[in-house]
């Protein structure tokens, strides 16, 4: 009997230490805890509860303290409507989650479980209250972004998606299945949402590449952005990725079409391409300048070695000399804001001197303010040293003219101021100026350059008419300058003439030697020789009186070679030998070499 009782006695100390440790529990749990009895009416329906037992956590969640032994309608009717689930409980022993909100303002949502405690007739019921209002805070945060990102997703104009990697398939082909496809992407590829559908699915002939960048910015997290030609849509599109988590392994990938923008590029290249061909094929250049000219920006064309823009251009490429004219210029296009128009000198690529016509017009931005300038420049090099040699050429044409004035004035004063009988005079007269102008024609055919002697020797003898088989002509090829030209043809005109009138030609047996060459004088240096020497025709005296053709022939004709003349009246016949110095008046050709 002892015994037992000291059983007992142990037994109920452990039941008091066991019911100690749970009403700590019961009290220190942050979840609301409460037991109740449910009260059933004679029919089986649940008329009411009554609360048993409540924790700290309860009273604080619900605000209804010292309760115990109350009904719920009498301190919560409005949970009526919770009788039956709890009146189930209590019966069948299972137990029952739901999620309810506070009635009123401010009423915060909680996680109710109700389980069953101890025998079904002992129709008591356990039931752990769970705050749940940040949850649901954040949920429907998550719900309204996840909306937003929708909206979003949806309405961007490039193709957007989410995929996720699959596991490698039997066949050892990576495969990745679209989670979600924007309209524009549907319509981008002409197709309907492939959501939960595969890539290989419907894009089976993708290169394995595009696999290899989606790998690897799974594994890196580093997003990427890179352009490809998508071969069987014939598309090139500008793609961005990144990975969105890592469990799923998902990433977002937004795309653009850029195929048109890559046709219009290439369009565009090769029409740059064109030009600058165009431009390196020609002596143009074309530049791109700042608003203010102080940076050339851009220069192209053949000889052009600007890489980049430069600040320098007038110093490199325009001589000290011309840098006021230029800029003065510049400053007055800039003012008027009207093109800048300009002849000038310019430095060359090879540091040599050129010409350039230069034209650029005035860019304007929005603002009507100007950008920059673009223009043209023309190698005008030719053409200034072609107007510089007209303008050489037409001053001495003009002194050419005066000189050949002159000399028509001379032949007219000595021809008619000796003159016995005016018609013979005015023949002669004629005769001359006839002489002179073949002298001119074989100039000008030269453009009043030097003239070859044995063309000179050809046109003074025409007046004779044809004695080629009784006058011999030899010689080298020498030129004679323009003024030496002219006064050699009248003295070979007045020569002929005086010999078909009074010396050998003019008899049938008299024959005339033209020669010439290049010797040394008695100093040794280079000299002319000229001879007219007649035979077979009658005996010759001096004249009587010093005319035209005798001053011609002893006087004008050597001072105009800074030479000396000699004329012989032989019995054998007349004689003329002229020597002179080479010089700026005889040019001996490349061919000829000086007789030793």
Request: glycine residues 8%; proline residues 4%; charged residues 30%.
């Amino acid at each position: 009997m002892g015994t037992e009782s000291h059983g007992y006695g142990r037994a109920e100390m452990a039941g008091s230490d066991s019911e100690h440790h749970y009403r700590i529990l019961f009290d220190s749990i942050d979840d609301g805890l409460c037991t109740i009895e449910v009260l059933f009416d004679g029919k089986g329906g649940v008329r009411d509860c009554r609360f048993l037992l409540t924790n700290p956590a309860f009273e604080r969640q619900t605000g209804l303290t010292a309760i115990a032994g109350r009904t719920m309608r009498e301190v919560a009717p409005s949970h009526e409507g919770w009788f039956d689930i709890y009146g189930k409980v209590a019966l069948t022993g299972e137990p029952a989650r739901f999620e309810h909100r506070a009635d009123g303002p401010g009423g915060r949502w909680c996680e109710v479980h109700a389980f069953r405690l101890g025998a079904a007739e002992e129709r008591q019921v356990a039931i752990i209250i769970r705050d749940i209002e940040d949850r649901k805070q954040a949920e429907a945060s998550l719900r309204e972004s996840e909306a937003q990102y929708r909206a979003l997703f949806d309405c961007v104009d490039e193709g957007a998606c989410i995929i996720e990697r699959l596991p490698v398939r039997a066949d050892g082909l990576r495969d990745y299945r679209y989670i979600a496809m924007n309209k524009a992407m549907q319509a981008m590829f002409g197709i309907a949402d492939l959501s939960g559908r595969t890539i290989r699915e419907f894009f089976p002939d993708e290169v394995e590449d595009w696999y290899d960048d989606y790998d690897r910015v799974l594994e890196t997290g580093e997003p990427i952005r890179f352009e490809r030609e998508s071969e069987p849509q014939e598309m090139v599109l500008e793609m961005f990725v990144s990975r969105l988590s890592q469990k799923p392994p998902r990433l977002l990938a937004v795309m653009q079409d850029i195929t048109e923008r890559r046709r219009a590029e290439e369009a565009v290249r090769r029409s740059e391409e064109r030009m600058r061909a165009l431009i390196n094929a020609t002596s143009d250049a074309v530049y791109r300048m700042s608003a203010d000219w102080q940076e050339m920006r851009q220069l192209d064309g053949r000889g052009s070695d600007v890489e980049g823009p430069t600040v320098r251009w007038i110093e490199d490429y325009v001589f000290p000399e011309d840098r006021a004219r230029i800029r003065l210029a510049v400053a007055h296009a800039i003012r008027e804001r009207r093109p800048f128009e300009l002849e000038h000198r310019v430095r060359r690529a090879d540091g040599k001197e050129g010409w350039t016509f230069s034209r650029a017009i005035p860019i304007f931005d929005a603002k009507g303010e100007i950008a920059e300038w673009f223009g043209m420049a023309t190698d005008v090099t030719e053409r200034v040293r072609a107007r510089e040699r007209q303008q050489i050429l037409n001053r001495e044409l003009g002194h050419r003219l005066k000189n050949v004035l002159s000399l028509v004035q001379s032949i007219a004063n000595q021809t008619f101021r000796q003159a016995d009988n005016l018609t013979e005079a005015a023949e002669t007269y004629s005769a001359r100026l006839v002489s002179l102008g073949r002298a001119t024609d074989i100039l000008t055919e030269t453009a009043w350059a030097d003239a070859g002697l044995h063309n000179i020797v050809q046109a003074g003898l025409i007046p004779v008419g044809d004695f080629s088989d009784r006058i011999r002509i030899s010689g080298p090829d020498l030129d004679l300058a323009p003024q030496q030209a002219l006064m050699m043809t009248l003295t070979l005109h007045e020569l002929a003439t005086n010999s078909l009138k009074y010396g050998a030609l003019s008899s049938e047996a008299g024959m005339v030697e033209v020669t010439w060459d290049i010797g040394r004088d008695a100093e040794g240096e280079p000299q002319f020789t000229f001879r007219w020497r007649e035979s077979g025709g009658p005996e010759t005296s001096p004249p009587v009186r010093e005319g035209f053709g005798a001053r011609m022939i002893g006087k004008l004709l050597p001072a105009s070679f800074q030479g000396k003349a000699e004329m012989r009246y032989e019995a054998a016949g007349f004689e003329f030998r002229l020597e002179a110095p080479l010089g700026e008046a005889i040019r001996v050709r490349a061919s000829i070499g000086c007789v030793e």
